[in-house]
Nanobody, 123 residues
Framework: QVQLVESGGGSVQAGGSLRLSCVAS??????MAWFRQAPGKEREGVGARNLVGSTTYCADSVKGRFTISQDNAKNTLYLQMNNLKPEDTAMYYCAADTRFKLRRCDSATYPYWGQGTQVTVSS
């Protein structure tokens, strides 16, 4: 079992920045990822990173604006979000797996999830 706790969400104006954190505890994780879900929409992959530092960004809309990083000593995954847009408004979730993954942007393949943190971007 892996427990995940997200933090860092909030309300910002368009063009602003936020940094989300996801602290993992319990069993050793190998893969972690950020997903988001806006009201009335399907859960969307934002990006993923594994223990050896391989990072992929799932959504073209976040490339160049969002950065995923990791502090293994703190068991923490970060999502730095810059130049936020109203369409980034969503509940952001952290997910993890104890295995390496091929389909890192597929939410159905992650067994462990945090409770989510809300990000609201106003225009």
């Amino acid at each position: 079992q892996v427990q995940l706790v997200e933090s860092g969400g909030g309300s910002v104006q368009a063009g602003g920045s936020l940094r989300l954190s996801c602290v993992a505890s319990g069993d050793s994780y190998i893969s972690m990822a950020w997903f988001r879900q806006a009201p009335g929409k399907e859960r969307e992959g934002v990006g993923a990173r594994n223990l050896v530092g391989s990072t992929t960004y799932c959504a073209d809309s976040v490339k160049g604006r969002f950065t995923i990083s990791q502090d293994n000593a703190k068991n923490t995954l970060y999502l730095q979000m810059n130049n936020l847009k109203p369409e980034d408004t969503a509940m952001y979730y952290c997910a993890a797996d104890t295995r390496f993954k091929l389909r890192r942007c597929d939410s159905a393949t992650y067994p462990y999830w945090g409770q989510g943190t809300q990000v609201t971007v106003s225009s």
